[in-house]
């Protein structure tokens, strides 16, 4: 299994949403999405219009966990949708594919991937790339593991940690100040 990480500095995340902006709103949105909701692609890919459209929560079933999940869309992806959804059907899928059907995992990975090639980031990145984002941001912000373990339905704080990457980062930070 590969192993992605989180895209952990700002000014690479401005790169992404400025070459996919150019791309086309569509990819921007999904980008934007991933790295401000912490869902996965799954769920993310599971949105229909009237999930968005003019409001201001989303709520699901996880796909992979059956469970309940609501949270309030914020000010940034607020505009976003509703230009993005402006004389849409409500029961069509928010994220289409070229070929007028739900996007598949493998075409955003393909446009994640991309976009970060062009940002010139060479980490280990995937469609779980935005929901590690999202975690690592959040937790830097507001240096609250238990909320993130609750939003990510985690088991520990610990997995929570070390799925966000900052274990590793405590670990590195930790060798770098250590000389004998």
Not at 17 to 29: F, G, P
């Amino acid at each position: 299994m590969n192993i992605v990480e989180p895209i952990r500095k700002k000014r690479e995340l401005k790169k992404i949403e400025n070459i996919l902006r150019k791309q086309n709103l569509r990819d921007l949105v999904l980008f934007t999405v991933g790295t401000n909701c912490g869902l996965r692609i799954s769920d993310i890919l599971s949105l229909n219009v009237k999930d968005v459209q003019g409001k201001d929560y989303i709520s699901i079933i996880e796909k992979k966990t059956g469970k309940y999940k609501r949270f309030p869309i914020n000010s940034k992806l607020k505009p976003m949708f509703a230009k993005f959804t402006q004389n849409r059907d409500a029961d069509e899928p928010l994220f289409i594919s070229v070929f007028h059907n739900r996007m598949e995992r493998t075409q955003c990975y393909r446009i994640i991937n991309e976009a970060c090639r062009k940002a010139g980031i060479n980490c280990k990145v995937g469609t779980h790339t935005l929901r590690k984002t999202f975690g690592y941001h959040h937790y830097q912000k507001f240096k609250d593991v238990a909320v993130l373990q609750k939003i990510f339905n985690h088991s520990s704080p610990q997995v929570t940690l070390r799925y966000i990457g900052i274990d590793q980062d405590m670990i590195d930070k930790s060798y770098n100040n250590f000389i004998l």
